[in-house]
């Protein structure tokens, strides 16, 4: 197992623009989390999913996101109408039950708005 | 609701000096402790937990013990080295009925020198 990756790594948009963000969690891990990171701060969470099904949204995740997971395997994350508050890394864990629920981060994905 | 406070950094060390990071935290139920670890250019990695009172984790030399009358989970390593060089994040988890999100500290970094 190569871990939980995510794509792209770094993502440069202009203000406005609507960006996507993708997650493969470890394989057969049921649970898929994403977190947000800003310079000099720790990571907050913004939602989760079990399987398919999104079962916490953090009050940080205004209408302009949405997330989706819609087979239980990887998940997406989208950003509408981006403002230059979004620009952070955006981080995705995965964990299972059957292993204490020890959440696995991926390398995150780097937004910048300009 | 739950939060963690570490102490702020950075920490700048010799090698071979004793490390200690201070981490607090608060909690509405009965929390899991957790220190992570997150190298330069690298994903947040774990580096140790606990789970109940008076519970130690270890790892890598790394100690931390669940001490629930202070609610602390400081961060102790012996004899630091150069590549101990990361951000170290205290976190904690309480189960709720929706899943298991992690709160964060802010981070502290971590600098060992010659």
């Known amino acids: 197992d190569t871990g939980v990756s995510q794509d792209p790594r770094h993502k440069i948009t202009k203000r406005g623009q609507n960006v996507t963000f993708r997650c493969d969690p470890i394989s057969e891990h049921n649970r898929l989390y994403w977190y947000r990171q800003t310079l000099g701060q720790g990571p907050e969470f913004l939602t989760y999913?079990?399987?398919?099904?999104?079962?916490?949204k953090s009050r940080l995740l205004s209408d302009r996101f949405s997330a989706e997971r819609p087979k239980g395997s990887f998940s997406t994350l989208e950003i509408q109408r981006t403002e230059q508050g979004d620009s952070a890394m955006y981080l995705c864990?995965?964990?299972?039950?059957?292993?204490?629920?020890?959440?696995?981060f991926g390398p995150g994905t780097r937004l910048t708005v300009l | 609701g739950n939060s963690v406070t570490q102490m702020e950094g950075p920490v700048t060390l010799s090698e071979e000096a004793f490390l200690t990071i201070n981490c607090t935290y608060t909690a509405t139920g009965y929390p899991s402790l957790f220190w992570y670890v997150q190298y330069p250019g690298e994903g947040l990695q774990l580096l140790l937990k606990a789970t109940k009172a008076d519970d130690k984790g270890s790892n890598k030399g790394f100690e931390a013990t669940y001490r629930k009358e202070t609610t602390s989970f400081h961060l102790e390593k012996g004899s630091v080295q150069v590549s101990d060089s990361a951000v170290y994040f205290c976190a904690l988890r309480v189960v709720t009925g929706g899943g298991n999100k992690l709160t964060f500290g802010t981070g502290t970094q971590l600098k060992v020198e010659l």
């Open positions: 999913f079990q399987n398919e099904a999104q079962l916490e």
């Open positions: 864990a995965s964990s299972s039950r059957l292993e204490g629920d020890e959440q696995f």
